[in-house]
Every structure is written in structure tokens, then in C-alpha cells.
């Protein structure tokens, strides 16, 4: 398996109108909603395996499959209580890396918090596109159903055997 890191010439990527989003309105906590996607415990639990976390400074890396394959890996960036960004550094999709995978969080009416994602970077003119999109249209509601039920729709380790 080959990983693509960018070149440190490489300028970061700026949200574009055509960026891939999601957006939902989910009842929980903020802490909660922030550990969901900071946290290699809680990324389980709604995406796939993963290791590192924000809590030890690591650099996060997502696994797919029962033989530990890179599938994305990335550092967490968290200014405020209201962004976090993911910078990839490392993908099986050579398209993502550079890319920011990015939740903004605003407080709602009633207690409730939206969830703004964008994929800075993932874009209709890219190769991987209708895969990637239908890829976060699957984990994106596993997330919000995360939230809001504690059991998401992750991707599961296969049995290579099976």
C-alpha cells in the first residue's frame, strides 16, 4: 500500500462552495459530540477502528479490515469549543490527502446542537467523489444515530476467511 504526503509547499485548502457537507441537529451534550469525533474510542463506535486520540496528542489513524490497513490517517486540530478539524496526512484515497474533514458546532433553539461537516477539499471534480460522498452519506447518519442512541452503523472488521 502507497500513502501520499503533500509537499510542505502545499497551501492549505480553502472551504469551497462545492466542498462535500452534511448537517444535523442532535440533542447531547457538547463534550459528547466533541469526544465523537476527537476520541479513537468513540470514532469506533459510529466509523471503524482507529487508533490515537486528541486526549494523548497522537495522530489518529482509522483502520479498515481485519489485517489493520491504513485507511485514512490524520491530525486533529481544536481551536474552540466550536470547529474541529482533521487534517489527512495519510488515505488509501491519495485524493484526501491535504484534504480537512471539519465539524462546526453551533448551539440551537432548545438545547440542541447543529452539526455542520465539511469535507474542505472533497470535490466533485475528484476521481474519488461519488465513492467518498457515498461513503459520509452512510457515516454521517451513523454519527448522528451515535449521538443520539449510543450504537452507530460502523464499519465492521471482516472475517478475511468468509
Known amino acids: 500500500m502507497t500513502t501520499t504526503t503533500p509537499s510542505s509547499a502545499t497551501l492549505p485548502l480553502a472551504p469551497a462552495a462545492d466542498d462535500y457537507t452534511y448537517t444535523m441537529c442532535v440533542d ?12 479513537d474510542l468513540v470514532i469506533r463506535a459510529w466509523w471503524t477502528a482507529a487508533t490515537g486520540s486528541i486526549r494523548h496528542g497522537d495522530n489518529v489513524r482509522l483502520l479498515m479490515g481485519g489485517d489493520d490497513t491504513l485507511l485514512v490517517g490524520f491530525t486533529v486540530e481544536h481551536p474552540g469549543a466550536a470547529e474541529v478539524a482533521w487534517h489527512v496526512s495519510d488515505c488509501v484515497v491519495e485524493d484526501w490527502v491535504g484534504t480537512r474533514p471539519t465539524f462546526t458546532l453551533r448551539p440551537n433553539d432548545g438545547g440542541t446542537t ?30 448522528h444515530q451515535f449521538l443520539e442512541t449510543g450504537v452507530g452503523r460502523p464499519n465492521e472488521p471482516r472475517d478475511p476467511s468468509a
Not at 28 to 35: D, E, K, R, S
Open 28 to 39: 447531547v451534550p457538547l463534550p459528547q459530540i466533541l469526544a465523537a469525533v476527537t476520541d
Open 114 to 143: 447543529v452539526v455542520e461537516f465539511r469535507h474542505v477539499g472533497l470535490r466533485p471534480a475528484l476521481e474519488c467523489f461519488d465513492m467518498c460522498r457515498a461513503g459520509w452519506n452512510h457515516f454521517m447518519p451513523s454519527l
